[in-house]
């Protein structure tokens, strides 16, 4: 008779995470879709500042730029986007008004992790930010995809993944919130964590700051943007042998000292 290993109980241990968001999904919204819920949490499901301390966490085991973008409304998640580059300045921040300067390559990628409002769980997305400068303004465009297809950002997806695990926070992901609770709801990627839908593209115009444009590199020449596209590339790679090393302490830190991080 065969035995069970290890990959039977993680499956067993990930059905039951489905299982129960599924269920406080449906006690929130119990006709499966998203509209006004019959039941929210009391409280605040993560305990305040925690998305910020866990972005730092990310800063400290990755070359990255972290940071953490608040709920588009009450029912919508709080979203950490991981940038990959070792630019001082990301077109996230800048697009988010956290940054003055705008960097010199004209696309970024990474991941975002979505802490749910409505259950202790999370999800992690790529995304693919690039930008069009037209004099002084410019165009910012966000692509999303259904999980994580790009292979250079797997040192990335271990290191939240890691992070995450380490603090018992489920990740669910891209496939089962696809689905639905009930047949004709929405998707639970909608009740649990954005209306938005999970792959999209969608842009913005922003006028940029005069420090942008004199200090950020944007007034140089059309083919010194262009080389600076390739600097996403080394960033989004990433793979040195310390950061791993480094990823590996930031998970065991954190095992140890749960607590003032997470709500339990």
């Known amino acids: 008779m065969g035995t069970c290993g290890a990959s039977c109980g993680i499956t067993k241990t990930r059905e039951r995470e489905r299982e129960q968001a599924t269920k406080v999904a449906l006690r929130a919204f119990a006709d499966g879709k998203r509209e006004t819920p019959r039941w929210w949490p009391s409280a605040s499901v993560f305990a305040a500042g925690s998305a910020e301390r866990l972005a730092e966490a990310v800063r400290g085991a990755l070359p990255c730029r972290a940071l953490v973008l608040p709920p588009a409304d ?10 990959a580059t070792m630019a001082d300045t990301s077109w996230v921040e800048l697009r988010a008004g956290r940054h003055g300067l705008a960097p010199e390559a ?20 790529e995304f693919v ?9 410019v ?3 966000e692509a999303r995809v259904a999980g994580v297809s790009d292979r250079r950002l797997q040192l990335f997806v271990k290191a939240s993944q890691g992070l995450l695990q380490s603090l018992k926070i489920p990740t669910l992901d891209a496939a089962f919130l696809e689905g639905v609770a009930v047949e ?8 649990l964590f954005d209306d938005a839908p999970m792959v999209s593209r969608a842009g913005e115009w922003l006028k940029l700051p005069l420090a942008a ?15 600076a596209q390739r600097d996403v590339d080394y960033a989004a790679r990433a793979l040195v042998p310390s950061a791993a090393s ?6 065991e830190r954190s095992a140890v000292r749960p607590a003032p991080l997470f709500r339990s």
Do not use: F, K, M
């Not at 004209?106 to 749910?116: K, P």
């Not at 480094?246 to 998970?251: K, L, N, R, S, W």
């Open 74 to 83: 009450e029912l919508a998640a709080t979203w950490i986007y991981i940038v």
């Open 106 to 125: 004209i696309e970024e990628r990474g991941l975002r992790v979505g802490l749910s409002p409505l259950y202790r769980t999370a999800t992690v997305q």
């Open 129 to 137: 930010v690039s930008a069009t400068v037209e004099g002084g303004s």
């Open 139 to 141: 165009w910012i465009e």
């Open 184 to 191: 004709g709801g929405d998707p639970l990627w909608s009740l």
């Open 213 to 227: 444009l004199r200090l950020g590199g944007l007034s140089c020449a059309p083919d010194r943007l262009y080389e």
């Open 246 to 251: 480094t990823i590996e302490e930031t998970a």
